[in-house]
């Protein structure tokens, strides 16, 4: 069906039929509805739809990043991935007439081919940006080696397997696959080497696995969070584990409970509160200071930070549920005169 809709829109290489595609609503503005306007007898059509589609979305990114501030900026160049561009050619040559850039103005990073020749990596969530996957480097650290003495006396030292070295870079590859398999023999990896999931070697930037497995829903849901929530309950560092911060200039503070709220998973909320995530929680980096333009200001407090972004996938019947189960934890403490700080409802603001 994907493939017909493109030819459709190849087809059609212009269309006065409007799309505007916010049926989710827009994060500065959560409660704006998504339109189709100026429909006629000869525009209502497959090809006319798609196209106008097409045209809407890239008209959606242009209205946040107009080509004259590309340009005042110095910008001559477009670096774009992912399968939307890769599949969609309709789509390709909206972003090119919006971005009429100096050649090539788009390059589409191919996705890496599998056996059957398609990609199974799972495209990054929003907040996962390069920025953040950067790695912070490795500390100097101190190694024994306790088998020195076999090699004096002419002994074969044993060989350590890879596959009983969890290192930063495989955990944060098994979350982001999701796969739960992937993780199988960590808790006994961890105990038998007196480590913690808490435990620095385990953070980029602050960036835990746990950060990077919440930004790395499908369907609101990525198994290996309750696996590794377990496990660091078992090894006895839970209230480090969830509570560990970005320390980067642009996500500091930034905790596991904010992005749970950022992703709209109420139920990984719960669980995160109900493992000891402070509801305090302050995140004071330059991504969540206020700032002038149509970007959503995300704030800085996990209360009221997110409050619009419940609203804005239509779910403000689960508000008062998730304020309620705030109050009733243990680590909610403060949460009933944070509330009574709210004279004014945020969603009528």
Same mark, same amino acid.
């Given at each position: 069906?994907?493939?017909?809709?493109?030819?459709?829109?190849?087809?059609?290489?212009?269309?006065?039929?409007?799309?505007?595609?916010?049926?989710?609503?827009? $994060?500065?503005?959560?409660?704006?509805?998504?339109?189709?306007?100026?429909?006629?007898?000869?525009?209502?059509?497959?090809?006319?739809?798609?196209?106008?589609?097409?045209?809407?979305?890239?008209?959606?990114?242009?209205?946040?990043?107009?080509?004259?501030?590309?340009?005042?900026?110095?910008?001559?160049?477009?670096?774009?991935?992912?399968?939307?561009?890769?599949?969609?050619?309709?789509?390709?040559?909206?972003?090119?007439?919006?971005?009429?850039?100096?050649?090539?103005?788009?390059?589409?990073?191919?996705?890496?081919?599998?056996?059957?020749?398609?990609?199974?990596?799972?495209?990054?969530?929003?907040?996962?940006?390069?920025?953040?996957? +950067?790695?912070?480097?490795?500390?100097?650290?101190? $190694?024994?080696?306790?088998?020195?003495?076999?090699?004096? $006396?002419? +002994?074969?030292?044993?060989?350590?397997?890879?596959?009983?070295?969890?290192?930063?870079?495989?955990?944060?590859?098994?979350?982001?696959?999701?796969?739960?398999?992937?993780?199988?023999?960590?808790?006994?990896?961890?105990?038998?080497?007196?480590?913690?999931?808490?435990?620095?070697?385990?953070?980029?930037?602050?960036?835990?696995?746990?950060?990077?497995?919440?930004?790395?829903?499908?369907?609101?849901?990525?198994?290996?969070?309750?696996?590794?929530?377990?496990?660091?309950? $078992?090894?006895?560092?839970?209230?480090?584990?969830?509570?560990?911060?970005?320390?980067?200039?642009?996500?500091?503070?930034?905790?596991?409970?904010?992005?749970?709220?950022?992703?709209?998973?109420?139920?990984?909320?719960?669980?995160?509160?109900?493992?000891?995530?402070?509801?305090?929680?302050?995140?004071?980096?330059?991504?969540?200071?206020?700032?002038?333009?149509?970007?959503?200001?995300?704030?800085?407090?996990?209360?009221?930070?997110?409050?619009?972004?419940?609203?804005?996938?239509?779910?403000?019947?689960?508000?008062?549920?998730?304020?309620?189960?705030?109050? +009733?934890?243990?680590?909610?403490?403060?949460?009933?005169?944070?509330?009574?700080?709210?004279?004014?409802?945020?969603?009528?603001?």
């Amino acid at each position: 069906m994907y493939e017909k809709l493109i030819g459709c829109g190849l087809n059609q290489e212009t269309s006065d039929l409007m799309v505007r595609p916010t049926i989710l609503g827009e $994060r500065h503005d959560p409660l704006c509805l998504g339109q189709v306007t100026n429909i006629s007898a000869s525009n209502l059509s497959l090809g006319h739809l798609f196209r106008a589609l097409c045209h809407g979305v890239v008209g959606n990114i242009t209205s946040m990043m107009p080509l004259e501030l590309l340009k005042q900026a110095g910008i001559r160049r477009i670096m774009a991935s992912g399968s939307a561009l890769t599949r969609n050619e309709v789509l390709r040559q909206e972003v090119e007439r919006a971005f009429p850039l100096q050649k090539p103005s788009l390059s589409t990073l191919e996705p890496s081919k599998t056996a059957g020749g398609l990609s199974m990596e799972a495209p990054k969530a929003p907040m996962d940006t390069d920025y953040q996957e +950067e790695m912070e480097p490795t500390r100097p650290q101190i $190694r024994f080696n306790i088998t020195f003495d076999k090699g004096i $006396r002419g +002994e074969q030292p044993q060989q350590k397997r890879d596959i009983s070295n969890f290192h930063i870079e495989r955990l944060f590859e098994a979350v982001a696959s999701r796969d739960v398999e992937k993780l199988d023999g960590l808790y006994q990896y961890l105990h038998r080497s007196m480590k913690k999931l808490s435990d620095s070697l385990y953070q980029s930037y602050g960036k835990t696995v746990l950060m990077k497995a919440l930004l790395h829903l499908r369907d609101g849901k990525n198994e290996t969070i309750e696996v590794l929530i377990d496990i660091s309950e $078992r090894i006895g560092d839970i209230k480090e584990f969830v509570n560990a911060a970005y320390t980067s200039s642009y996500y500091k503070g930034q905790t596991a409970l904010h992005i749970a709220i950022e992703r709209r998973s109420i139920s990984y909320v719960k669980l995160l509160v109900s493992k000891g995530a402070d509801v305090h929680a302050k995140a004071c980096g330059k991504f969540f200071q206020p700032h002038d333009g149509p970007n959503f200001y995300f704030g800085i407090f996990v209360f009221f930070s997110h409050w619009r972004l419940f609203a804005s996938d239509k779910r403000r019947e689960a508000i008062p549920q998730w304020t309620h189960h705030l109050q +009733e934890e243990p680590s909610g403490t403060g949460a009933k005169r944070i509330g009574q700080q709210a004279k004014v409802d945020p969603l009528a603001a």
